[in-house]
Every structure is written in structure tokens, then in C-alpha cells.
């Protein structure tokens, strides 16, 4: 069974860095998976989530409201995937999601909570 674990977020001041983590359990290894990260912000629980950063293979691509902030990255070996978040503003703050897809499924975590604040 397929499962994503996200840690990292927390509470941090405009300017402040987070990594974000995703591990994925129940696929022996990840490189072969394109994999994503999303975001929710709050209050809006029917909004759409927000497509953040996407890695496949190794090439990522970014939303524009975080390029040059943020950068997406994996390790194979520890079956994770990165979101290092830079240059925090309080537009940032949200619930962020990592994702995948395999077949006809797709995967989410629970999300883990950035919250972006003086």
C-alpha cells in the first residue's frame, strides 16, 4: 500500500526558510515517479489545491508565485521528497501536499501546516 508522510512545516517569519519532507512508503524506489507538491490555504477547503512545484525524473517546474523561492528535490535511497522553501511571505501560508501519481491512482498525504506570520 502506497503511503506519503509529509513533516516540516511550522510557524516562521516573512523571510524564513522551511524544508518540507515526503516520505513515500510501499514503492521500492521513487526515481520512475513523478511527484508534486500542492498547497491549500486556509479558510477555503472547497478551493482547488495549488499545483506548487512538480519533479519528473530530474527536471522541476514551478509555479510562478514561488520561482527562485522554492526548489523540489528527492532522495532515492531514503524514498523523500524535498520542498525547500525560501523567502517565506504570508501568501505562503497553507496546508502543502505531496503527491503522486501511479496508474489510475492518485496519492496524498495529510499535509503538514506552513504558516507564514510576524
Known amino acids: 500500500q502506497v503511503q506519503l508522510v509529509e513533516s516540516g512545516g511550522g510557524l516562521v517569519k516573512p523571510g524564513g526558510s522551511l524544508r518540507l519532507s515526503c516520505v513515500v512508503s510501499?514503492?521500492?524506489?521513487?526515481?520512475?515517479?513523478?511527484m508534486s507538491w500542492y498547497r491549500q490555504a486556509p479558510g477555503a477547503p472547497g478551493k482547488q489545491r495549488e499545483l506548487v512545484a512538480r519533479l519528473d525524473r530530474s527536471d522541476g517546474n514551478y509555479a510562478d508565485s514561488v520561482w527562485s523561492r522554492f526548489t523540489i528535490s528527492k532522495n532515492v535511497v531514503r524514498n523523500t521528497v524535498y520542498l525547500q522553501t525560501n523567502s517565506l511571505e504570508p501568501d505562503d501560508t497553507a496546508v502543502y501536499y505531496c503527491n503522486t501519481i501511479i496508474g489510475p491512482r492518485t496519492y496524498w498525504g495529510q499535509g503538514t501546516q506552513v504558516t507564514v506570520s510576524s
Open positions: 510501499g514503492i521500492n524506489n521513487i526515481d520512475e515517479l513523478t
